[in-house]
T-cell receptor, first 114, second 114 residues
Framework: AQSVAQPEDQVNVAEGNPLTVKCTYS??????LFWYVQYPNRGLQFLLK??????LVKGSYGFEAEFNKSQTSFHLKKPSALVSDSALYFC????????????FGKGTTLSVSS | DAEITQSPRHKITETGRQVTLACHQT?????MFWYRQDLGHGLRLIHY???????NKGEVSDGYSVSRSNTEDLPLTLESAASSQTSVYFC?????????????FGPGTRLTVL
């Protein structure tokens, strides 16, 4: 069965420093991976996805993610964090048992201090 | 601009009552999904639909039902609300594809069952 894990409940980083939010996955076939961000009292916003091709995926708001097949990871990164990046981040993988639905990790709260 | 809306945004109801949450999208997407978000669980799939008259059960479908009479709407009904169904509910949609298309989320409905 497909699954995704976000090992950190919270990540704290100072503004201007690089940030990484970790995600590992388990799939039986090809991994289709996604990152979403959720601001307080809002819905989820799409950041980026990996389907195939280049292992470094670039997305919205300066975020990128690195797909690593051997480590089954899909970590979200940003070279220089902003206070406005503080939010809840979800990694997700396509659920092969439910067609095109997604299986989400539990989420990681990113806190960027000024 | 195309969008996905949910109503009501907040709802308080009593145990045993029937409740219907509305979801409407103007993307003309074939695929629609309902998820619930709970602390420590991330988002979990309740029901999904790939087109008119098509509905499917997700991971946590007990106590919920959906119907799809047109492309734009997928209402979620709680047949007899229970306190365990207190949660934030998100509707999402995506276009028809092999599962690589991005899901777009509504703003959510916060439901409290007393």
């Amino acid at each position: 069965a497909q699954s995704v894990a976000q090992p950190e409940d919270q990540v704290n980083v100072a503004e201007g420093n690089p940030l990484t939010v970790k995600c590992t996955y388990s799939v039986s076939g090809n991994p289709y991976l996604f990152w979403y961000v959720q601001y307080p009292n809002r819905g989820l916003q799409f950041l980026l996805k990996y389907i195939t091709g280049d292992n470094l995926v670039k997305g919205s708001y300066g975020f990128e993610a690195e797909f690593n097949k051997s480590q089954t990871s899909f970590h979200l990164k940003k070279p220089s964090a902003l206070v406005s990046d503080s939010a809840l981040y979800f990694c997700a993988v396509r659920d092969d048992q439910a067609g095109t639905a997604l299986i989400f990790g539990k989420g990681t709260t990113l806190s960027v201090s000024s | 601009d195309a969008e996905i809306t949910q109503s009501p945004r907040h709802k308080i109801t009593e145990t045993g009552r029937q409740v219907t949450l509305a979801c409407h999208q103007t993307w003309n997407h074939n695929n629609m999904f309902w998820y619930r978000q709970d602390l420590g669980h991330g988002l979990r799939l309740i029901h999904y639909s790939y087109g008119v008259q098509d509905t499917n059960k997700g991971e946590v479908s007990d106590g919920y039902s959906v119907s799809r009479s047109n492309t734009e709407d997928l209402p979620l009904t709680l047949e007899s609300a229970a306190s365990s169904q207190t949660s934030v509910y998100f509707c999402a949609s995506s276009s028809r594809s092999g599962g690589t298309d991005t899901q777009y989320f509504g703003p959510g409905t916060r439901l409290t069952v007393l």
